[in-house]
């Protein structure tokens, strides 16, 4: 029988199983080019269908760090009964009805007030044009160098008619709601869909919550038993990094972005500042977005206010420009710490490509998105380099002073 036996080839051996590899890639690549749309249909759906997940996920995640302060201080019941059932319970139960009053009196109080703000804009921005019209013709007819630029102006634009149509944009919300009837339908059942899918998101973030460390533990046990263990402990490790990175730089411009917008809404308020619920809550949402936040609110809110009485501008330019210095040198530092550790080249930078590529929420969240790859790459290039025996510091790598007046 020994001519059965087979000399493997440790060499060819190697070569083989690489080629099939790169083969069955191959064919995989061939399939998911020829089946392209359908690849996509079935990710979206598994996206729609793992949604209540996704949102029970980031519920969870966000209401963990109120939860885990109520939980600290609660240590007097494991004292008292060693037991964490109802520690847990008892934060999750005050962390839940605290954003749930939050909710009911941001719907009962200020969305009302925001309705009622909104009405009022409209109605005075439909006088505000009709009569710069009318002292735009009253200031022609009185000068005929005015009168003359008037002419040639007309000659190109029709005020008349920009006038007509910024009248009919604010005027015509039901008649817009008329002509897209036949969409309403799909648009409600939608708005339901994603409803029942925020109401399962909520009570898969109760499960999450209560049961996490059996959930990571879980997780944990899964990948030791697949995965090496000194794999596993990189992988917690860069999920310790990347939750510390992100979440903290997530939920922490949010708090920050929440005072800032109170802060806002309660110094307006005392000097009865025009619309000041609609104008803090776009100066409160705007902040959650990194560097270009304080001025994406600031202006569309001075023009609110510049259109009900132009010399509450000035006042909250000034009062808008102290905010933000506080919370810029003392609330955002204090908060956030160097959550991200990135250059304010960086920042920009990825503020500019996330918010290009997935729009306000890109800019929200491609902050800590740079970090965490900064940090990986960075880590891997350090290790390169310690490998190579080279020095790991920037500062190594300046041309020195001789390098520098050379090139001059």
Known sequence: MNFLKINWDKKYLTITVYACIISAVSVLLVFACINFKYIIDFISRFFRLASPLMYGFIIAYL???LMKFCESKFKFIERKK????????????????????????????VVPQIVSSYNDLQAKLVDYFNSTQAL?????????????????????????KITDSLVEILQGTYVVIQNITPYISNFVINIFGQFINVLLGIIFSIYFLASKEK??????????AFIKKTNVEKIVEFGKFTDKTFGGFIVGKIL????????????????NMPYYPLVALIVGVTNVIPFFGPFIGAIPSAFIIFIADPAYTIWFTIIIVVIQQLDGN?????ILGNKTGLSAMWVIVAIIV????????????????????YAVLKSFAEKRLAKKELPINTEDYKPSEEDHNEDI
């Open 63 to 65: 209401f963990n760090p």
């Open 354 to 373: 996330m918010g290009g590529l997935y729009g306000i929420v890109g800019m929200f969240i491609g902050v800590p998105i740079f970090a965490v790859l």
């Open 215 to 224: 959930l990571n533990a879980q997780i944990q046990k899964t990948m030791y």
């Open 136 to 160: 735009i013709e009253n200031l022609a007819e009185s000068s005929a160098l005015i009168k003359t630029i008037y002419d040639r102006i007309i000659e190109f634009v029709d005020i008349n």
């Open 330 to 334: 003392i609330l955002g530092p204090k």
């Open 82 to 109: 060693p037991h964490k059932k109802l520690k847990r319970i008892l934060s999750m139960v005050i962390t839940y009805l605290l954003f749930t009053i939050i909710f009911v009196l941001f719907i009962a109080l």
């Open 256 to 271: 920050e972005s929440v005072i800032v917008g109170v802060v806002t809404f309660v110094i307006l308020a005392l000097i």
